[in-house]
């Protein structure tokens, strides 16, 4: 009976829900404004098509990489999880300050919808454009989604299925709520969310790449823990310190 270590577990599934929700609250602004401007047969075909897509690509990639060996895997995924996650904090800290604007869901709703409205009518039942802008948005967003479950979960043994436990709820839950309120959901505090899951991704990736560099960790599986109070109160200092820069700039998606 495999025995299920939840100091890894807890925070694969807390990391990937909430990475996940964010990307897929992105998607599901465009998906939204396809369907009410071009029809949902062609946003829900597209969003649909591209959801096939990804399955297919976890499914593909996550079983190979348990072929190689964890150290190679944890040095790689590792490394890359790193810089995925001080990508997002350095942006969500960037605009926590004040030094970039914050991401407006209503804002690039509105951009959509118009965008779409000036791209002619639609021909026939099959609306290519339609299909074409809700597949691209879906494969953009999910692909980052497929990455983050991916590397979480090629991190230890069994913890795939955590991480893509997590992503599956976060999928559900913005569904839900898409269908409930049929608006962006701009009311997410989705730059606090980037905020954490920076912090988590950042703080797997440097226990990762400890881990596959052979580093005994003080604690072992404990450190994960002292790694994301770590980058939290670096991160939270750094705050305040990036405000003397008062100029905001335009968004960055």
Not at 13 to 35: I, K, M, P, R
Not at 125 to 135: G, I, N, P, Q
Not at 223 to 229: K, P
């Amino acid at each position: 009976m495999m025995l299920i270590n939840w100091t890894h577990v807890g925070p694969t599934v807390v990391a990937a829900f909430l990475a996940s929700l964010v990307e897929f609250v992105e998607a599901l602004t465009v998906v939204l404004a396809v369907g009410v401007v071009r029809g949902w047969r062609g946003a829900l075909m597209g969003s649909g098509a591209a959801t096939l897509v990804l399955l297919a690509i976890i499914a593909i990639l996550g079983p190979a990489l348990t072929r190689i060996p964890l150290g190679v895997v944890q040095l790689a995924v590792g490394a890359l999880l790193l810089l995925f996650g001080l990508r997002w904090l350095r942006k969500a800290i960037l605009r926590a300050a004040g030094i970039i604007a914050m991401h407006d869901e209503a804002a690039i709703y509105t951009r959509q919808e118009e965008t779409l409205r000036h791209m002619g009518r639609r021909g026939g039942r099959w609306d290519k454009l339609a299909f074409a802008t809700a597949f691209k948005i879906t494969m953009l967003e999910g692909i980052e989604v497929v990455f983050i479950v991916i590397a979480l979960g090629a991190g230890g043994i069994g913890l795939l299925l955590p991480a893509s436990f997590g992503a599956l709820a976060a999928l559900v839950v913005v569904v839900a709520l898409g269908i409930v309120v049929h608006r962006p959901l701009s009311r997410i505090p989705e730059n606090t969310l980037k905020f954490v899951v920076g912090v988590l991704l950042s703080a797997f990736g440097t226990f990762w790449v400890g881990e596959g560099l052979g580093l005994a960790w003080p604690g072992q599986d404990w450190s994960i823990f002292g790694l994301i109070v770590g980058y939290l109160v670096v991160a939270t200092i750094t705050v305040p310190m990036c405000r003397t820069q008062p100029v905001a700039t335009p968004s960055v998606p």
